[in-house]
């Protein structure tokens, strides 16, 4: 069953300007991860946050985790025409057997140069 | 060099065709798998395969038969081809079975059932 769900949907910002995007998930995780994907490519890994972690920071990507909410962030910082892709947050799931990465539906983000 | 490389890149075949996507690894990962992308790029796990061994399968149709030779390949065949098969098959692996693992993800094969 689907476990994140990404929000907003679509969005569209100019460069330069700062873009976030958010994540909800519904069960228990291990870890949440965020994904790239470029039109036709694959995903690529941008950052994990663990469980008991509440934020992190990889260059000008800055996530943010509440358990509570069941929710997290991405915020991508002085945002480049490059970054016009699909993101996707994964769940690492903590009730089933085996580890498993049950992603969302994406938020495409366009950046105008 | 590739990491994670699937052929065909493209495959359009007509409904009731059998057809198989391949995957291979470089990285010397323990965990393979396969997700599926809808058109709406929805992506769902569809099996995982930890050292040759079949871990993962999510109540996807048996025409769908994943086969790993050795740890660095997984492949996938597909029987009796329907026109909801359509979509982008994705192969990826990672280092371990364990949480915490980052997922490689090859290019995808977009699959088209005419």
């Known amino acids: 069953s689907q476990q994140g769900e990404e929000d907003p949907q679509a969005l569209s910002i100019q460069e330069g300007e700062n873009a976030t995007m958010n994540c909800s998930y519904k069960?228990?995780?291990?870890?949440l991860q965020w994904y790239r994907q470029n039109s036709g490519r694959g995903l690529v890994h941008l950052i994990l946050i663990r469980s008991n972690e509440r934020e992190k920071h990889s260059g000008r990507l800055r996530v943010t985790l509440d358990t509570s909410k069941k929710s997290s962030s991405l915020l991508i910082t002085a945002s480049r025409a490059a970054d016009t892709a699909s993101y996707f947050c994964a769940t690492d799931g903590k009730d089933s057997g085996y580890s498993t990465l049950t992603f969302g539906k994406g938020t495409m983000l366009l950046v105008s140069p | 060099d590739t990491a994670v490389s699937q052929t065909p890149k493209y495959l359009v075949t007509q409904m009731g065709n059998d057809k198989s996507i391949k995957c291979e690894q470089n990285?010397?990962?323990?965990?393979m798998y396969w997700y599926k992308q809808d058109s709406k790029k929805f992506l769902k796990i569809m099996f995982s395969?930890?050292?040759?061994?079949?871990?993962i399968n999510e109540t996807v149709p048996n025409r769908f038969s994943p086969k790993s030779p050795d740890k660095a390949h997984l492949n996938l065949h597909i029987n009796s081809l329907e026109l909801g098969d359509s979509a982008v098959y994705f192969c990826?692996?990672?280092?371990?079975?364990?949480?915490?693992?980052?997922?490689?993800f090859g290019q995808g094969t977009r699959l088209t059932v005419v």
């Open positions: 990285l010397g990962h323990d965990t």
């Open positions: 069960t228990s995780i291990n870890n």
């Open positions: 990826a692996s990672s280092l371990t079975q364990g949480a915490g693992t980052e997922a490689f």
């Open positions: 395969y930890n050292n040759k061994e079949l871990i």
